[in-house]
């Protein structure tokens, strides 16, 4: 009878860390592209209104218009430089993430490497005593069947 791996509980808490570390590191990723998402947005919208400034500029405005475009310009340069520390920081969060997911996927191929070999053992074990029966019955039906013990011949 085969004998049951030894450390299935650990394969399977090691499967389930590294489902875990998985889906953890999909929504980092996640994170990630919609900070990035955000401050492309704020960069595209910063673009266009620096071109709405230039073509204020070019009809005439006031200093106080004027004033006031750059004001908001800096308002969302500062947002810009606080959304690039956001995707800093979640593209450092991201790389823990899949140093973690890789290091649980490595901890979790070496216990899945173990399983296999004791599966492969156990087979062997399994294939040698089903060999060892069918020896031992193709011997005694050889036996039963020796043609010197038959009378008829």
């Known amino acids: 009878m ?3 791996f030894s450390l299935q509980t650990i394969l ?3 499967q389930n860390r590294t ?13 990630e592209n919609s900070q990035r998402s955000r401050l492309q947005m704020l960069e595209d919208y910063r673009n266009e209104y620096a071109q709405r400034l230039r073509d204020a500029a070019t009809q005439g405005v006031t200093p106080t218009v004027l004033l006031n475009y750059q004001d908001f310009l800096a308002r969302i340069d500062e947002a810009i430089q606080q959304q690039r520390q956001a995707v800093i920081n979640s593209e450092q969060s991201t790389k823990a993430g899949q140093e973690h997911w890789h290091t649980q996927n490595k901890q979790l191929k070496a216990i899945d490497t173990l399983s296999q070999r004791h599966e492969a053992r156990e087979r062997y074990q399994e294939n040698k005593l089903d060999q060892k029966l069918q020896d031992e019955f193709a011997a005694r039906k050889f036996a039963n069947n020796d043609p010197s013990d038959d009378p008829a011949a």
């Open 2 to 4: 085969p004998q049951p």
């Open 19 to 31: 489902d875990e570390a998985t889906r953890k590191l999909g929504r980092l990723i996640a994170a």
């Open 12 to 14: 399977e808490v090691m």
